[in-house]
Structures are given as C-alpha cells and as structure tokens.
C-alpha cells in the first residue's frame, strides 16, 4: 500500500497524517468547525440566492426600464467603440463615450431604446457641455445610418409614447445581455 503523506489541516494549519487521503482536518474539534463553516457558506450561498429572487419582486416597472436602458447604453458602446463621435468627429478612444441620444428620452420614450436613435458620443464636450450638440448629430446621422432609416426614426419619433409591459422588458433585458455577451467574446476571440 502506498504511503500516506502528511497534510496540513484545512481548519488550524497544522501538520498531520490522515488515516485516509481524502481527509481534510486533524481531529473531532476541527472536524466540527470544518462541517459548521460548510454549512455556513451554503446558508450564505442559499441567502444570496433568494436575496436575488426578493430583490427581483420588488422592482417597480420603472426599476426595469432602468435596467434595460444601461443595456441599452453599454451596447451602443460596445457597437460605436471604433467610431468616432457622431456629433463632433472626436477621435474613438480619445474620449470617454457614452449612448448619446438624438431623440432625448424625456420629451420621446418610444425611440428611447431605438438603436438608430443611439449612437457613440464623447461624454464631457457633446453630451454633457452641449446638451447632445444636436446641431452636428442632425448633420452626422444621416451619413451614419442613411437618409431613409433617419426619416423613418425621425416619423417613429412623432408617434405615440413606448409602452411596454414588464415581461416585455424583461425580453428585451435578456436580448441585449445576450448581444452584449456575444460581441465581448467575439472582441476576445476576433
């Protein structure tokens, strides 16, 4: 048979030699606070878990839209990283970038997640100084998307205010966390 080495105990650090390979712990004493802290990390897991689940059923509809938005926004700049500022034609990574909107989303919530309503924006001189210099994006976007998709966004727009339902958000949420996953694993692996 072969030898037994010695082993540290997982629980005071000392040194001993285990009657069987798979033990962990030198005696009775830390063999209890060893289950105990087992248990302890597997209430804690089990507490997370359902910390989550209550979190989730105290969302408020507008907690969701909230959500869904900084998806929205993360995914505009993950899609624009390589261009430049759709208003003033900064440099791509010479700036901050945010999700700059052409549509604000106060005054027009159905285009508030519309895609060709979002665009990379450098955060401190466009967005935040200009208040979305909207001067430059009416020039920039219709080169960037096309005069046909900017008339169309532009009648969407005019329409009727966006309303949508929770689970319907939480469609959208899933959609765009899973857009999200796929174009950082294709930075990774392209």
Known sequence: MKEIKPKKCAVCGEEFVPFRTTQRVCG???AISFGKSNIQKQNAKAWQKEKKVR????????????????????????????????????TAGNYTMSAGH?????????VRFDEDNIHGQCWFNCNKNKHGNLAEYTLMLPGRIGNERFEQLQV???????????PEIKEK?????????????????G
């Open 102 to 110: 052409y549509f604000p989303v106060g005054s027009y919530g159905n």
């Open 28 to 30: 009775t004493t830390c």
């Open 55 to 90: 979190k989730e059923k105290l969302k408020t509809h507008k907690d969701f839209l909230k959500d869904l938005e900084k998806l929205v926004n993360e995914f505009i700049r993950i899609r624009d990283k390589d261009q430049p500022c759709i208003s003033c034609g900064a």
């Open 156 to 166: 969407r727009a005019k329409q009727t205010t966006l309303k949508m339902s929770i």
């Open 173 to 189: 949420i899933e959609y765009y966390r899973k857009k999200i996953k796929e174009m950082k694993s294709d930075e990774v692996w």
